[in-house]
Every structure is written in C-alpha cells, then in structure tokens.
C-alpha cells in the first residue's frame, strides 16, 4: 500500500521559513519522482517543485524560485521542500506527490500518487 505523508506545516510571518516533509512508504522510492503542490482556497492546484528520481535535477514554479528548494533522500524515503521569504500568497494546502517516471512532471497528470496535504498559512 502507497503511503505519503507530509508533515512540517504551521503558521509563519511574512519573511520566515518553513520545512516540509515528505515520508513515503509502499514504493520504491528510488524509482520515483517527487513533486510537491499548493492549492489555496478557491483557486486550482498548481506545481511548486520537483525533483528527479535520483535527485539530480529539479524544476521550479517561477512564484517560487530563488525562494524554495527540493531535495529527495533516497536512504530514508523522504523529500523535503525547504521555504524561505514566505509571502502570505503562499498560503496554501501543500501536498507531496510521486510518480514512477524518469522525468521531472510539472503537471499533476505526471504523479500516481498523492498525500493528504498540509496547511501553510503565512501571516502579513
């Protein structure tokens, strides 16, 4: 059975940080992209990051470049999205997703699996 859980979400002030995090279990995790999303409060899902299955390459919404940072740890089957300069349109349900796929999916169609979410909210 495919397991993602995320983990790491709280309430932040404008300009602070924040960490994710991303346990999967049921999968060989190895073999997977990862991705993470947001969906804010009467707006469409939308891709934040990325990351290759072995970790090497990753893609970025432009809204958070420069800003957030992926990174996959193969040996504890985890990935991460480090947050940085939070703005309070980064509120949002952020949720861990995987795919079984040698590229790096930017669209929700890319990913087999997802998690249950995790509330960012960043206050002003």
């Known amino acids: 059975q495919v397991q993602l859980v995320e983990s790491g979400g709280g309430l932040v002030q404008a300009g602070g940080s924040l960490r994710l995090s991303c346990a999967a279990s049921g999968v060989p995790f190895g073999y997977y992209a990862m991705g993470w999303f947001r969906q804010a409060p009467g707006k469409e899902r939308e891709f934040v990051a990325a990351?290759?299955?072995?970790?090497?390459?990753?893609r970025y919404a432009d809204s958070v470049k420069g800003r957030f940072s992926i990174s996959k740890d193969n040996a504890k089957n985890m990935v991460y999205l480090e947050m940085s300069s939070l703005k309070p349109d980064d509120t949002a349900v952020y949720y861990c997703?995987?795919?079984?796929?040698?590229?790096?999916?930017?669209?929700?169609?890319?990913?087999?699996?997802w998690g249950q979410g995790t509330q960012v909210t960043v206050s002003s």
């Open positions: 997703a995987a795919g079984r796929t040698y590229s790096v999916p930017t669209t929700g169609d890319g990913y087999s699996y």
């Open positions: 990351i290759h299955e072995n970790g090497g390459i990753t």
